[in-house]
């Protein structure tokens, strides 16, 4: 294991930072699953966006998905392979771009389905329906669970025809959120059910993301399974977009305390903000892993981190020490590529971190740095 703090000792903190290595070592993990199923695997940009790394992971996979379309602007411009995106809604202006850019379109209704017909038509573009098989496998996570009641991500059984409506190739469902396999095999049986027929006429069939295909204990082998019964049942070409997965474990978040204070509990004040730079951990909420210490009582100090910034509950929770930290001292939060720079804001004008890659020869880069313009660029 190497020793992290030593290599990101000379950061300027806050930052970033991404490890190549760990990045390739999940690529490799993706990579494997295409070369055995046959399925191709897209990064999905919500997740991770960091395109300074999309030539690396354009060597392992097919491509990237997308939100809409700046985000099928960047892999357009960054990533290598395919572009697909999905939005529940595009304008007609957006519609124009992305029959340039994409290499599949998804539409959520069979009224955004129509309304740009004459356009997707015209274009290269192969088009496909997303399906909401009505299947539910997280319990009390709603904010995460696209068949949740009256949620509006997918069409359901009964709004949707029989066969497939003219020119439209390919079907989409997106479901799952940091699952293992099994959520999926049971979600495919019941959309095998409910849409046995569309699955016959169509020629692809996107699995969506949230398979959590790097982590430890995911079943592979069942995954592939899975995927060659598809393709050979219905004679589809399979695709999985995951965005944890890809960049799962592959970045830290470097902050350094800039004071301590003490109510009931000693505080430590940090360089990064909960609410402004891992916005997740009170979203989700999450705790994030921190290096080198425990849970609350397991080591023998225990101290609350939290924020600079006025926000009360910008806390990002308790954790316990070897050593009593003092002012200056670094602290790093694991898992932190995902769903962080993505996601962060200068809410209260906190400093963007860095973004520092971490090369696989144990050398720092820092890839891109923020100041006082990007704050106020975005304001007026
Ligand atoms: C969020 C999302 C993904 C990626 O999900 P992960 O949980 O990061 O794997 C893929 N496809 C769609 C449609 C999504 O909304």
Redesign the pocket.
Known sequence: MKDIFKLLKDIKTPAYVIDEARLRSNCEILADVERRSGAKILL?Q??FSAFATYPLISKYISGA?S?GLFEARLAHEEMKGQNHV?SPAYSDEEMTELCQICDHIIFNSLSQLEHHRAKWSLSNASVGLRLNPEHSTQEGHEMYDPCAPTSRLGIKQHNMTVHLPKGVEGLHI?TL??QMVEPLIETVEVLEKKFATLLHEAKWLNL????HITKDGYNIEKLVALIVRLRQTYNLEIYL?????VALDAGYLATKVMDIVDNEIPILILDTSATCHMPDVLEMPYRPPLFNCGEVGEKPFNYCLASRTCLAGDVIGTYSFDQKPEVGDMLIFGDMAIYSMVKNNTFNGMPLPDIVLLKENNTCEIVKSFGYKDFKERLS
């Open positions: 999905a919500k997740a998905t939100s999905f997106h959120c940091e969506g993301g949230g398979h977009e995951p965005g944890e997965a």
